[in-house]
């Protein structure tokens, strides 16, 4: 018996999350946000909090500043279940801020990364991985020294026994730099969208992606938005459409929280098509609620959600 069933590993910063925009920004010009909000930020801090709520024991190792906003983190993740003890604070940098700008389905964001830029292999306790049976990566574009070390800190997690799961999020530079022959072997579950799939392949469809990487990877789940996932296998591929959300309140979060059902499910010992189903309900009921977070508030919560919005039973 594992102390956790899944360790997040990585990024940790707020949302300043600013709605109903009267227009584009402009530079040397000021315009209002009619609504605004601070919140639990970060693809991988979402997954975890989300994961836990659907019942999975999460703790985080990830790098803080020891300032306000890391304090907001610290208590947001106590407040969702998430176990602490393994953060790292630092005194000699800021924890990291994104702000974004909310239009409809989409969304422009400004990211200062601070204290998540640096962590690395170094700053790992491998006594923490061997605490879990899952270790979940995400966003390796924004976080620096992690990227450069990513092969060093995916090997050490085999090398701990756990399970691996790995989200790209965007590349804000658009290097795409991935080594899909080096890495994806090590990974047992590789989740990017299709706009990320297609960029670190250097592919113009999907089809050509999974075949790309299809020598190297395990599991590929490809989230597609509103037409859902396609579950990719050595043996199948299997697509499975959204549950669809016509009156969506934002999208921000959808994949971490498709990837924190996808995943809890996958920690339970649960088949791919279970896994898939939990994936897009938990990214369907995300897109309910404002931020990554909200639709999320317990178990109840999403219960709820799952039943009046798409008519699913979920008994967690
Ligand atoms: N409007 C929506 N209605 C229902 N489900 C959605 C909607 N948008 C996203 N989802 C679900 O959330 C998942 C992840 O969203 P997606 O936008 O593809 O991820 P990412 O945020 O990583 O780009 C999708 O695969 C889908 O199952
Ligand atoms: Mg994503």
Redesign the pocket.
């Known amino acids: 018996m594992k102390k956790f069933d899944i360790l997040a590993l990585g990024e940790l910063n707020v949302d300043l999350l600013l709605n109903r925009i009267g227009g584009f920004p402009e530079i040397g010009k000021e315009i209002f946000a009619k609504e605004m909000t601070l919140t639990l930020g970060s693809s991988t801090a979402i997954f975890a909090a989300n994961a836990a709520t659907l019942g999975a024991k999460v703790s985080f190792v990830g790098m803080i500043g020891r300032d306000s906003f890391g304090e907001v983190v610290k208590s947001t993740l106590q407040q969702r279940k998430v176990d602490i003890s393994n953060l790292i604070e630092v005194d000699d940098e800021a924890t990291g801020l994104t702000a974004i700008l909310n239009y409809d389905?989409d969304r422009a964001n400004v990211t200062y990364p601070g204290a998540m830029s640096r962590m690395g292999v170094k700053d790992i306790r491998p006594e923490n991985i061997r605490e879990a049976k899952h270790v979940h990566i995400s966003s390796i574009f924004l976080q620096e020294t992690l990227h450069r070390e990513l092969f060093d800190i995916v090997k050490l997690v085999k090398e701990c026994g756990a399970t691996l799961s790995m989200?790209v999020?965007f590349d804000p530079e658009e290097t795409w730099d991935f080594d899909c022959a080096k890495i994806l072997p090590l990974v047992d579950v590789f989740m990017p969208?299709?706009?990320e799939l297609m960029a670190i392949t250097c592919k113009d469809s999907v089809e050509e992606a999974v075949a790309a990487i299809r020598p190297y990877a395990n599991v590929t789940v490809v989230?597609?938005?509103?037409?859902?996932?396609l579950v990719v296998t050595r043996e199948k591929e299997h697509h499975m459409p959204?549950?669809?959300?016509k009156s969506?309140v934002d999208?921000i979060?959808?994949?971490?929280?498709?990837d924190a059902g996808f995943i809890s499910a996958y920690v339970r010992g649960k088949d791919l098509d279970y896994c898939q189903w939990l994936?897009?309900l938990?990214?369907?009921v995300?897109?309910t609620a404002a931020g990554g977070t909200g639709a999320f508030a317990s178990k109840a919560a999403v219960e709820e959600s799952a039943q009046k919005y798409f008519g699913q039973q979920l008994a967690l």
């Open positions: 389905n989200d999020q969208n299709e706009q989230k597609m938005g509103t037409c859902g996932s959204a549950m669809l959300n969506v999208a979060g959808a994949g971490d929280s498709f994936g897009n938990a990214g369907a995300n897109t």
